[in-house]
């Protein structure tokens, strides 16, 4: 029932948006948003496409249709998204350090096989990441991530905690922080850590 009720219920106009980058814990967040009853929309590899061809507005109406993103595109255009709605909330996942992340997202690569012969890219690999799959450059990605963090935190600058969460789930936040700003219940449940 619960489910069949989320989908009749109407978009509400606050946007929440995960704006860390990939493997700083947003398979977590996207877990969370769905378990507090947003309607949820995480990562799409043709909406980053879009934004790479700076082609916004398939973003925008996509996003009209949900309350809660993390992942791709959305850490991408987190500044499009705050002009475009008013009074949404955004929150920035962080490793516990930079070596940490590119530990993770060498992981996930060699999870995905990309250094294989046998990896085929997908149709919106080269326009999307910019590199080839064997040559990924690790350095390139942990400048990437203390940039992007770096501009973000300037750009909410006196609007942190009150328009920016910034966690680190190794840090120990979770559900109270969550919460707290989201005005929302803590679940009976651990905080999920998932991959």
């Known amino acids: ?23 700083t814990g947003t398979t977590s967040l996207g877990y969370c948003f769905r378990r507090f009853g947003f309607k949820h929309r995480t990562y799409d590899m043709d909406l980053a496409l879009q934004v790479k061809r700076n082609q916004l507005e398939p973003v925008f109406k996509e996003a009209e249709k949900f309350e809660a993103f993390e992942d791709w595109p959305w850490f991408a255009v987190y500044r499009e998204l705050d002009q475009r709605f008013s009074n949404s909330k955004f929150i920035l996942t962080l490793r ?8 993770s997202l060498k992981g996930h690569h060699e999870r995905e096989g990309i250094r294989n012969e046998s990896f085929v890219k997908p149709h919106y690999w080269d326009e999307v990441h910019g590199m080839e799959p064997a040559a990924w450059d690790y350095e390139k990605s942990a400048q990437r991530y203390e940039r992007h963090n770096r501009e973000v935190l300037e750009y909410f600058g006196n609007r942190i905690n009150k328009d920016l969460l910034v966690v680190c789930w190794e840090h120990g936040d979770g559900w109270p922080q969550l919460c707290r700003f989201l005005d929302k219940r803590p679940p009976d449940e651990p905080f999920p850590h998932l991959r």
């Open 96 to 103: 516990k350090d930079t070596p940490t992340y590119v530990a």
């Open 1 to 23: 029932i619960r489910g069949a009720w989320l989908e009749l219920r109407p978009v509400e106009a606050r946007k929440v948006i995960g704006i860390g980058l990939p493997k």
